[in-house]
């Protein structure tokens, strides 16, 4: 396994530090408000100017397999909260108010998940624009925090069209405002399981990653279930002419295989991993016999430790009759062992975890989003290695 080491102080990091692009190495006026607004506080609130772990009486040793400063959420977890009307609550409503409290319950890291708001939020509904970001890069700063990835804008035309490529070179740009290293999407590089479809989708890929990579962002895809399926590459052809058999690759591995490992990366959600590990595990080979092959979510990680960058940790209680294998709970509480995953996976200053809960928000609990992103804040820091 590739070694990590903790990022040195070098013109990266001061480039991340006033939030530009390494071709443009400018201000962003992102001094931080002299006053912040007050909100309420959900559980215990170690104090802001300190670290999350050191400020709750953690001993910060190396058993944590999650180190403090690579403890993060994904935004679309408090999604509800972020889009909340400050005038008609006196819950966290809007980013700012939002990233206080994760600061308070420990968090170093975010996600985002779009840049848009309540209008009646500061800075108004939407912050996907260069002040918008120097906003959220003030706010960031001023309580701790760390923008790590975003699921943005990725291109749907092939070849690339002029105003898709404008569009996603000026994400990048607000990528670089906010200081994140990373930038991606929430769905798959194709829909299809056959592999001339993921040929292309790795032409494509390669050529926004090596676009995103000149502007020092990685360019990574999120995935779900489907893309840990089998390939389709060999066997009879259907009436279309496509392949009806596998060799037994997954699409997500092919994938990897034909993407540029300096510029294409992949966030594991482990939850949805957990779920293709239950639904996909025999295929047709392309001699037509039956093959079993269970999925190991862990071991993909180990094989390709460096093209993961960023992590779901999100977690569910098995439940055979769901058809997914696993019903979603606040991460902590449910049946996926994250001690032995993150055991296995290790260079833990290398990754980066985000809890996520798709079911979070809840419309008879409107705190209820929030008190589980503390759940899982508490539970991501309780995970020790075994001695």
């Not at 037509?288 to 993909?300: H, K, M, R, T």
């Amino acid at each position: 396994m590739t070694a990590f080491n903790d990022e040195a102080v070098t013109g990266d990091a001061l480039r991340r530090t006033l939030g530009v692009s390494r071709r443009r190495f400018l201000s962003t006026c992102t001094a931080a408000t002299a006053a912040a607004i007050a909100a309420p506080v959900f559980g215990a609130a170690p104090a802001l100017a300190q670290d999350g772990a050191e400020a709750a009486g953690e001993d910060p040793g190396r058993s944590a397999l999650v180190p403090p400063h690579k403890r993060g959420i994904i935004l679309y977890t408090v999604r509800d909260a972020i889009g909340r009307d400050p005038l008609a609550s006196n819950l966290p409503s809007g980013f700012r108010e939002v990233f206080q409290q994760l600061s308070r319950f420990g968090y170093r890291q975010v996600e985002f998940a779009g840049y848009g708001q309540h209008a009646n939020a500061p800075g108004g509904a939407n912050l996907g624009t260069v002040e918008g970001a120097k906003l959220m890069r003030s706010w960031l700063d001023e309580y701790g925090l760390r923008a790590q990835g975003s699921h943005g804008f990725i291109p749907p035309s092939w070849p690339l069209t002029q105003a898709d490529l404008d569009t996603f070179k000026r994400f990048l740009e607000i990528a670089n405002i906010l200081g994140m290293d990373h930038m991606g999407t929430g769905g798959d590089p194709t829909g299809t399981p056959y592999r001339a479809d993921w040929d292309v989708a790795a032409e494509k890929w390669n050529t926004m990653g090596a676009i995103a990579r000149s502007e020092g962002v990685k360019l990574y895809t999120h995935n779900h279930d489907s893309a840990y399926d089998f390939l389709r590459d060999g066997g009879p052809l259907d009436a279309q002419g496509r392949p009806t058999r596998s060799s037994g690759i997954r699409k997500l591995e092919y994938f990897l295989e034909v993407t540029d490992h300096k510029s294409v990366y992949l966030e594991l959600d482990v939850f949805w991993a957990h779920v293709a590990q239950y639904k996909f595990h025999t295929y047709t080979a392309h001699d037509g016999s039956q093959q079993e092959q269970v999925f190991d979510p862990a071991a993909l990680v180990v094989r390709n430790t460096n093209r993961f960058p960023l992590f779901h940790a999100k977690d569910g209680v098995v439940n055979p009759q769901s058809g997914l294998g696993y019903d979603m709970v606040p991460f902590g509480t449910g049946d996926i062992d994250y001690r032995r995953f993150f055991t296995r996976v290790g260079a833990k200053n290398y990754h980066n975890p985000m809890v996520e809960q798709d079911n979070a928000p809840s419309a008879s609990t409107p705190g209820q989003s929030l008190e589980f992103a503390r759940v899982g804040y508490d539970n991501l820091a309780a995970l020790r290695a075994r001695h």
